[in-house]
């Protein structure tokens, strides 16, 4: 089973503050992650993707990826009321299909 | 990205009828899955639709109950068979394989169907 494990939250952060979401999984063979955001009755957004051990920042977004670990996190700096939605954690991509974490509600406090 | 489009975008539908979604992609893409996204849920993966030849089903999907067609790169339809209540849910296609990208998907914007 390749599993993607989330915390559902909620997550509450303050606005301007640092928001963190973090995401384990089960396979070692994993290369490929991914992280979607997704407005409340919208389709998911790619916001980021990762494939090397480290970080990779992209914006107010920084990407983790500890393949080690089996571990995989994304940073949110300055967060922004906007930021608030879900955010999806997924391993796979390119000839396979994605497989999803369950998501944290993140929730930024103005 | 490209312009991913998907019809219809709700349906209500009766037991026992049939639905056939559409997903458009406005750029040949090598690779096209369908989801499924229950209410309150993450998204599951259904199938990967190929692109002449049958789709590939994951555990728990069987193509009677969900056929899928992808006749050409940019387009490909899922079909919800004999529906019952329990296949209310958010549809949604994705596309990967896009030019300028790696192995990233996007996705459409859904199709929401309730069954009565």
């Known amino acids: 089973q390749k599993e993607v494990e989330q915390n559902s939250g909620p997550l509450s952060v303050p606005e301007g503050a640092i928001a963190s979401l973090n995401c384990t999984y089960s396979?070692?063979?994993?290369?490929?992650f991914f992280w979607y955001r997704q407005y409340s009755g919208k389709s998911p957004e790619l916001i980021m993707s990762i494939y090397s051990n480290g970080d990779k920042e992209d914006g107010r977004f920084t990407a983790q990826l500890n393949k080690a670990s089996q571990y995989v996190s994304l940073l949110i700096r300055d967060s922004q009321p906007s930021d608030s939605a879900t955010y999806l954690c997924s391993r796979g991509g390119g000839a396979d299909g994605l497989t999803f974490g369950k998501g944290t509600h993140l929730i930024i406090q103005p | 990205s490209a312009v991913i489009s998907q019809k219809p975008s709700r349906d209500i539908c009766q037991r026992g009828t049939s639905l056939t979604i559409q997903c458009q992609v406005d750029?040949?893409?090598?690779?096209m899955f369908w989801y499924r996204q229950q209410p309150g849920q993450s998204l599951t993966l259904i199938a990967t639709a190929n692109q002449g030849s049958e789709a590939t089903y994951e555990s728990g999907f069987v193509i009677d109950k969900f056929p899928i067609s992808r006749p050409n790169l940019t387009f490909s339809t899922l079909t919800v068979s004999n529906m019952s209540p329990e296949d209310s849910s958010i549809y949604l296609c994705?596309?990967?394989?896009?030019?300028?990208?790696?192995?990233?998907?996007?996705f459409g914007p859904g199709t929401r169907l309730t069954v009565l």
């Open positions: 750029s040949q893409v090598t690779m």
């Open positions: 396979d070692r063979v994993s290369q490929s």
């Open positions: 994705s596309a990967a394989g896009l030019a300028g990208t790696y192995n990233e998907q996007f």
